[in-house]
Structure formats: structure tokens, C-alpha cells
């Protein structure tokens, strides 16, 4: 029998393949956990929000970067229990390079024994949990605890999970990072708006899906996620 093709294009390949960043080499992404629809790429999107403008839909774990003529880049995005736990607009002022990394009170306080040890914190690096970039996140009354921010673990890409904000492949969150001025506005959609702008104004947009509400009510405690 002929050998299964490859899961995605050399293209794609490429993108996420190891790079170097600074002194560090970010690892490549196993191609059994990519796909062309989870790879970044240029879609269609219909929004009011200004160009450069990041819009998070945690209910169908994807973000947009907006561009010009009704298109935005899109990136799939893991979820943790802190990704539904703001919605609204907000903006970036800031973001990092290779993040500290601190657990939350309530990580503590919920699993002792995983996050005890880095209780003092975690410094930057391949094995951080923020990942190569972290987008801060602020809003009129300062800093939400809302981070965007990349991953040491690519499986959980388009997924949910029990811990984190909203995660990106390294590669992913390098390239958004590259792309995102000082200041630039942050929508975070809530679940009754989830697949806004995927459609032309003036059609319906996507039935929804079931989704996981096991976060929905997850709130933002103690420090960065």
C-alpha cells in the first residue's frame, strides 16, 4: 500500500518547524499534532474593530489578528479555565519575551503538589508554562490576570484544559507577538457571540456546537496565568 500522506504541506511544515530564538531554539511542532486547519493562515472575517485588533473566541478556540480588506489571520488557541474568565474589550500594553511564570493562588490552593514546588515562581525558558511571548492583557480598571501567551506543550492546541489563559504554538505566539503594536485593542467574545465575523454581515452565523462550559464560571484569582 502507498505511504499515508503527510498531515500537512511542506509550507506548513516549515513554519513550525525549530527556530532560533535569542539563545534558546524553540522545538519543532510534531507534525502528528498540526493540521492545515489548525496552522495559521489568512481567512475571511467580517468586524467593525479596527486593523491590528486581536479577537479571542475561547468557544472555538481560535484568534484573530484583524487585517485589512475583511480578512484577519487566524491562529487555533488552547483554552485553560482562565480563557472564559473575562470577555469584553481590553487592550495589550505590554508583552514578553520567554514570560516568568508565577501559579496562581488557586492552583495552589487546587493542586498543591503539581504547583507547590514553583510557588516562587518559574524563570523563562522551554519548559515555562507562558511559553516564548505572553500578551498582557488590561482594561480600564488595570491588569485582568488575562494573558495570551505560547505553550511547552503543543497537544494541547485546540483543546481545553483545567489550567492557563489562552495558549499558542511557540511559533504561533512568536509571529502574533512580531505583529502586535503597544496599546492595540483586545476583544475577548463571550459564548452567545461565539463565530462572530466568520460570516458576511447579514447572515447567520455558525450553529453552535456543543461546547465544553466546564470553565465558563472560572474566575481570575491570585496572579498571571
Known amino acids: 500500500t502507498a505511504p499515508a500522506p503527510p498531515p500537512v504541506s511542506a509550507e506548513t511544515a516549515a513554519i513550525y518547524a525549530a527556530q532560533p530564538d535569542g539563545d534558546l531554539t524553540v522545538p519543532g511542532i510534531p507534525l502528528n499534532m498540526l493540521s492545515e486547519d489548525k496552522a495559521r493562515q489568512i481567512v475571511p472575517y467580517w468586524t467593525d474593530h479596527p486593523v491590528g ?20 489571520m487566524r491562529y487555533t488557541v488552547g483554552v485553560g479555565a482562565a480563557g472564559y474568565g473575562f470577555a469584553g474589550e481590553a487592550h495589550t500594553p505590554y508583552q514578553r519575551d520567554w514570560p516568568r511564570w508565577t501559579p496562581t493562588d488557586t492552583m495552589l490552593a487546587e493542586n498543591p ?19 516564548a511571548r505572553a500578551l498582557y492583557i488590561h482594561n480600564s480598571g ?81 496572579g498571571p496565568a
Open 113 to 131: 503538589d503539581m504547583y507547590g514546588p514553583s510557588a516562587g515562581g518559574v524563570d523563562g525558558g522551554l519548559m515555562n508554562p507562558m511559553g
Open 142 to 222: 488595570g491588569d485582568t490576570f488575562y494573558r495570551i501567551h505560547g505553550t511547552p506543550d503543543p497537544e494541547s492546541i485546540g483543546t481545553a484544559s483545567s489550567a492557563g489563559c489562552i495558549r499558542l504554538f511557540n511559533q504561533d505566539i512568536i509571529h502574533l507577538a512580531e505583529n502586535t503594536r503597544s496599546m492595540a485593542k483586545v476583544v475577548v467574545l463571550t459564548q452567545a457571540q461565539r463565530g462572530m465575523g466568520t460570516t458576511p454581515p447579514g447572515t447567520a452565523r455558525p450553529a453552535d456546537a456543543p461546547a465544553s462550559t466546564a470553565y465558563e464560571t472560572a474566575s481570575i484569582t491570585g
Open 53 to 72: 485588533t486581536i479577537i479571542v473566541d475561547p468557544y472555538d478556540r481560535r484568534l484573530y489578528h484583524v487585517r485589512a480588506g475583511d480578512t484577519a
